[in-house]
């Protein structure tokens, strides 16, 4: 394929189904490693520290410590690392995580587009997406309010070191492999809203989503709009995963935006929707390439200064594995 014919949907299709798929490997080693701990394998398998990245309030509580007392969390420090990551992605890119590595978000893209090929999707009115969008935030202000305000480093420390922490990640993948009926209800209605709602959950209930897109209001990166050459075709609005007016706005800088440049490639008209930088223009490929780079350095440094696998030693894992789960 030449690279003139590669378009934003095929680059941000091909990183989610990596990212996807190197979840759903993790989550196999994982479960291996919670089989080991648990007794019920005699083959010690480590546990992949890049499961922490599903530990966000734990990595929280962690990054409020690290803050005040420069300590980083050795129970999960690759959580920490790549929620920093995150939210400098964020920062400089936009929600390229939300965009191109969650796989959460891709599952629901292609929810969304199922249901727009039943002809199910329906356009909500502006009023309705900004109260719908409210619970994501009471919920990550509650977040905020327990851990970062109420919660003191002492607390937080008797917290980390507690023994649910250190089996988190494995309460995690029972939540998954064994949910209860009350789990498996809400899933099903999230995704039965998301067949006629593109993105439910994404843009109206996850807190995490919600955090970066507030760390996003001050990316210097951004989609602009030509408004001399612009068609008001409105296909931009229709492919946009967050439902935003891209054709009633010069610069989209709104939290909502998670960066796929999928408005970019789809608008009919050269140079009418670009992606910009610092007030220059970039390749619609900035954003994907940056948000991947910025994660790999920062593994990198993890890596290289110790801050990516934790110390805790492996008699001691099994001990809390067998505490919790062999009740």
Request: hydrophobic share 45%; proline share 6%.
């Amino acid at each position: 394929m030449s690279l003139k014919r590669v378009t934003p949907h095929t680059i941000r299709r091909v990183v989610q189904c990596f990212f996807l798929f190197f979840c759903l490997f993790i989550g196999y080693r994982l479960f291996q490693h919670f089989l080991w701990a648990t007794g019920q394998s005699s083959v010690f398998i480590p546990k992949p520290p890049s499961v922490e990245a599903f530990l966000p309030i734990s990595a929280l509580m962690a990054a409020k410590r690290f803050i005040l007392t420069q300590k980083w969390d050795m129970i999960h420090p690759a959580g920490l690392t790549l929620f920093f990551a995150f939210i400098w992605m964020s920062l400089l890119f936009r929600k390229g995580f939300c965009g191109y590595i969650c796989p959460v978000g891709f599952v629901s893209n292609l929810v969304e587009q199922f249901g727009r090929k039943l002809k199910l999707q329906k356009e909500l009115p502006v009023k309705m997406e900004r109260i719908l969008s409210i619970p994501k935030y009471l919920l990550l202000a509650g977040f905020g309010y327990f851990i970062l305000i109420k919660m003191s480093t002492r607390q937080i420390e008797s917290f980390l070191t507690i023994p649910y922490n250190y089996v988190a990640d494995s309460k995690m993948l029972a939540f998954f492999t064994a949910p209860s009926i009350t789990t498996l209800l809400v899933l099903a209605v999230l995704t039965i809203l998301s067949l006629f709602i593109r993105n439910f959950w994404c843009r109206f209930l996850c807190p995490y989503g919600a955090l970066l897109g507030l760390c996003s209001a001050f990316s210097p990166t951004a989609i602009t709009r030509d408004a001399t050459s612009c068609i008001s075709c409105g296909k931009c609005r229709k492919i946009c995963p967050s439902a935003i007016h891209v054709d009633e706005r010069i610069s989209v800088h709104s939290p909502e935006c998670i960066g796929c440049t999928e408005c970019v490639g789809v608008c009919p008209v050269k140079g009418c929707l670009t992606v910009r930088a610092f007030n220059k223009r970039v390749p619609f490929t900035t954003i994907a390439i940056g948000s991947l780079c910025i994660l790999l350095t920062f593994y990198a440094v993890a890596v290289f200064t110790g801050h990516w696998y934790a110390d805790t030693p492996p008699q001691l894992i099994q001990k809390f594995h067998m505490m919790i789960f062999n009740r």
